[in-house]
């Protein structure tokens, strides 16, 4: 007997008796965790290429939450008495296809069942709508190279009986990755795991009562894909203090630190040992002064600076010539000299500016980043690029300036908007898709960690960034080369910017766009693989960042992107992709480029 709407810790049905004797054994915050996940929905529904572990991850995870395993071919094979392989080639998959929505259909209707489902069971719809509505979906992500390693020799999946399995398996991953996508609540890689291991994951974010893997159709637009509710996502970073990170931008003389960790603006010591001058002036805004200008002009002080603070109106507006003026007023007035070190306390627009105001003000003072936005942390404080924006495009007035030091304080994310963190995140995936792989795998892990504001997992991307992009900077600190492909899906980007108007979609969510654009022309082109631009596209939606471009109009798209900076006597250049991890800039033609329009902005049906 099964209660399924009044269930509750003291619900004595079978279903619950069992979970309670399983959770007997489990912390009581997980209990309750699990209980909320698997009161509302009982069944646990396994989705996944054939060979991605369902059946066997499967058995060890119904047994350890005391549920039913079931397997939706094994229970086809049983009812006709006959193997898939038999009913493949005697009825046809489409004869297959319907027997398999029968038992779809009766299994998902009972309760308290962990169903390791046929890898195409998700191509039916109405098969799609079952396991989404009656259980939590969990999807195995396994690589076309495991795949196929582990299916090589298994004579009984009709599917792989070709000539060239491995073009099948790739096949099969880009026509059903978008629909587990769309269905699962949980996204769990099964690449380097053992079973064990992945049925610990599988626990520990059920417990955590994430919800992830897919982009919430009913936030998105349906014009531009943009993801409208953000607060779904914690507010809080999750407790635990994690270590600090030091880490050096190495350009010779003008080397410098990065200090990444919670608490550092209160950190006076810190302070004394990175700021040499005893004047400061902290530039900031209107929206970070009342949240961290007083702790810093504390710690400041206990360091035995004089700190002369300047606040400015806050936003992507107020990065003009007018307020650069302000500032030099302010620090006239105030007779500063060579010897005040400018602080930026804020986001990418006040580190921008303030540190344009550093290289020129008196010819160039030091200065030293404080970023308060995780844009600003992974990307903007890192490498030395200042300026302001011109009414005729933005950054277009600037100077190349690196910072004394970078302070990056995580404790400030806790209070930045949900838009704002997914924007940051944005340019934290680009850094894995032109650089580093494993990095990129990580993200597909431990996006939902990201998004949660999980301490560590956002140390670790800030990390990994700034590692990244001081390493391209001391390789190219002018971008006479290298250095452009860290504007991988920013000439898309800026062309959403400037065509919607800047400041409509923030520069995040362009980058976000305009990544899956370059990808999908690096594609086009040849070069980028199928599989590793979905798995872009994947990762970007799962961040909550838009995924289908704007209509601007075809020819205003190339007109926009023709004014941006990266344009070389005319023509445009692009950041592309040889395969993930592997970036280089170059021209293309433009009818491959109207197509990757035309295929962007045009959701594919
Ligand atoms: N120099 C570079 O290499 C580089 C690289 C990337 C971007 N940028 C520039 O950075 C700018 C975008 O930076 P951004 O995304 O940080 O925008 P931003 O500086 O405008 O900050 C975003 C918003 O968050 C607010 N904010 C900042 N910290 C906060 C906090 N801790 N809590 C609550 N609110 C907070 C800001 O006041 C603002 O309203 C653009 O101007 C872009 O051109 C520069
Ligand atoms: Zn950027």
Redesign the pocket.
């Known amino acids: 007997m099964f209660h399924r709407k009044n269930c509750d810790k003291k619900c004595t049905c079978c279903f619950c008796s069992l979970v309670q004797s399983v959770l007997a054994h489990v912390e009581p915050e997980t209990v309750a965790a699990l209980y909320r996940n698997c009161i509302m929905k009982k069944n646990i529904f396994l989705i996944g290429l054939m060979g991605s572990g369902k059946t066997t991850v499967g058995k060890i995870l119904a047994k350890q939450l005391g549920l039913r395993f079931v397997d939706s071919d094994h229970e086809i094979e049983s009812r006709t008495g006959a193997s898939i392989s038999w009913i493949f080639e005697i009825e046809g998959e489409e004869s297959f296809r319907k027997r398999e929505t029968d038992v779809i259909r009766e299994l998902t209707a009972q309760d308290g069942i962990v169903l390791a489902t046929g890898g195409g069971a998700v191509i039916s719809e109405e098969n799609r709508r079952y396991l989404s509505e009656r259980g939590t979906v969990i999807y195995l992500r396994a690589s076309v190279n495991n795949v196929l390693q582990r299916t090589m020799h298994d004579r009984s999946r009709p599917l792989l009986q070709t000539e060239d399995p491995r073009g099948k398996i790739e096949e099969l991953f880009r026509q059903r990755e978008p629909l587990y996508s769309e269905i699962a609540d949980l996204v769990v890689s099964t690449g380097r795991q053992n079973v064990h291991g992945i049925v610990q994951v599988i626990m520990g974010k059920i417990a955590a009562g994430s919800k992830t893997g897919k982009p919430d159709k009913k936030t998105e637009s349906k014009r531009t894909g943009h993801k409208k509710n953000t607060n779904q996502q914690k507010r809080k970073m999750t407790k635990g203090k994690t270590k600090n990170i030091r880490l050096k931008v190495d350009l010779g003389e003008r080397s410098y630190p990065i200090e990444i960790g919670q608490g550092l603006l209160q950190d006076s010591k810190l302070m004394a040992r990175l700021i040499k001058s005893a004047r400061v002036a902290v530039i900031t805004?209107t929206?970070?002064a009342p949240?961290?200008l007083e702790s810093l002009t504390q710690s400041l002080e206990s360091a035995g600076k004089q700190v002369l603070p300047i606040i400015l109106p806050?936003?992507?507006n107020e990065?003009t010539w007018a307020s650069l003026m302000k500032v030099f007023d302010i620090l006239l007035e105030n007779r500063c000299d060579r010897q005040t070190t400018l602080i930026a306390l804020?986001?990418?627009?006040?580190?921008?500016l303030t540190?344009y105001a550093a290289a020129s003000f008196m010819r160039g003072v030091p200065f030293v980043q404080v970023?308060?936005?995780l844009?600003?942390d992974v990307?903007?404080s890192?490498?030395g690029?200042?300026?302001i924006?011109h009414p005729l495009g933005?950054?277009m007035i600037g100077a190349f300036y690196q910072p004394e030091a970078v302070i990056a304080d995580t404790l400030?994310?806790?209070?930045?908007?949900d838009r704002?963190l997914i924007?940051?995140i944005a340019?934290v995936i680009k850094h894995g898709v032109i650089l580093d792989t494993e990095f990129f795998d990580w993200m597909e892990e431990d996006m939902e960690k990201l998004l949660a504001r999980d301490a560590a997992a956002l140390a670790h991307a800030i990390a990994r960034s700034c590692e990244i992009k001081a390493d391209v900077v001391r390789q190219d600190e002018r971008e006479s080369g290298l250095r452009a492909i860290l504007n991988f899906g920013h000439t898309f980007g800026h062309a959403i910017e400037a065509g919607l108007g800047f400041g409509e979609w923030?520069?995040?969510e362009a980058v976000g766009c305009g990544m899956i654009m370059a990808a999908d022309l690096s594609c086009r082109l040849g070069l980028l693989d199928e599989i590793s631009k979905e798995r872009i596209r994947a990762l970007v939606a799962r961040a909550g960042l838009p995924t289908v471009a704007p209509d601007l109009g075809e020819d205003r798209w190339i007109e926009l992107m023709r004014v941006d900076k990266k344009s070389a006597g005319g023509e445009i250049q692009f950041i592309l992709l040889n395969s993930l991890g592997s970036a280089f800039v170059s021209p293309v033609p433009e009818a491959t480029l109207r197509e990757t329009l035309r295929a962007c902005i045009v959701p594919a049906k």
């Open positions: 805004n929206v970070v949240l961290y806050d936003g992507e990065k804020g986001g990418g627009v006040i580190g921008d540190g970023p308060t936005t844009l600003a990307d903007s890192v490498g690029k200042t300026g924006n933005k950054n400030t994310l806790n209070t930045l908007p704002e924007a940051g340019e923030l520069h995040g």
